[in-house]
Nanobody, 121 residues
Framework: QVQLVESGGGLVQPGGSLRLSCAAS????????MGWYRQVPGKQRELVAG???????KYADSVKGRFTISRDGAKSTVYLQMNSLKPEDTAAYYC???????????????WGQGTQVTVSS
């Protein structure tokens, strides 16, 4: 099994930056792709960004050019650098992991507990 623990959320003013971290533990050899989803009350979770063990990345159109996903050399921690934050980025952000892009896209892998990001003046 894989456990995911997120950190780094908080309150930030519009235009500001935050960096989220997600540390994976357990049977991490089963993980190839890691990513970040976000969810606001009443809406489905949205895949924000993903990264493979080989370094391939993808982003939701709404965050391209503002968010950057990265992964450490040991491949067990993934980061989401969020710049130029907007009020519409306010959401609970969840880490997710899978053995393939298919799994990440479906969100069928393990979830972290989530971390709240609030963008407000």
């Amino acid at each position: 099994q894989v456990q995911l623990v997120e950190s780094g959320g908080g309150l930030v003013q519009p235009g500001g930056s935050l960096r989220l971290s997600c540390a994976a533990s357990g049977i991490i050899s089963s993980i190839d792709v890691m990513g970040w989803y976000r969810q606001v009350p009443g809406k489905q979770r949205e895949l924000v960004a993903g990264i493979s063990s080989g370094g391939s990345t993808k982003y939701a159109d709404s965050v391209k050019g503002r968010f950057t996903i990265s992964r450490d050399g040991a491949k067990s921690t993934v980061y989401l650098q969020m710049n130029s934050l907007k009020p519409e980025d306010t959401a609970a952000y969840y880490c997710n992991a899978g053995s393939s892009w298919f799994e990440l896209d479906r969100g069928s892998g393990p979830w972290g507990q989530g971390t709240q990001v609030t963008v407000s003046s």
